[in-house]
């Protein structure tokens, strides 16, 4: 008798630990998922800055190659052309990550 009053003990609060835990899980996640957007949002609003910061600096290097090639200097031409590349690069990196962060805002808001 005092083994099925323990095991009836037992049950109930194991059955009460997990009720309350799946009810602050799911309370959490509504609450994560609302910060997971505001988060994407300013990731992009920062990717984009940083996108146009890019294609700045892409424009002043191409001037500078131009001026490069006008006086004959090629070495410093063929440097700033591999600079270019890695520009082009790093602006190419910031779109991708804007379209994967415009995603999770889709995947996110649609949960």
Not at 58 to 78: D, T, W
Request: aromatic share 10%.
């Amino acid at each position: 008798m005092k083994k099925v009053f323990l095991l009836a003990v037992v049950s109930i609060i194991c059955a009460v630990t997990v009720n309350k835990a799946s009810a602050q899980y799911y309370n959490g996640y509504r609450d994560n998922r609302g910060r997971e957007i505001r988060h994407d949002r300013m990731d992009i609003y920062h990717d984009r800055a940083d996108v146009y910061f890019d294609q700045r600096r892409i424009e002043q290097k191409r001037l500078e190659m131009q001026r490069e090639r006008y006086y004959g200097n090629y070495g410093a031409y063929r440097r700033d052309g591999r600079e270019l590349q890695y520009m082009h690069r790093d602006e190419n990196r910031d779109r991708r990550d804007i379209n994967r962060d415009r995603r999770d805002i889709r995947r996110d808001e649609r949960h």
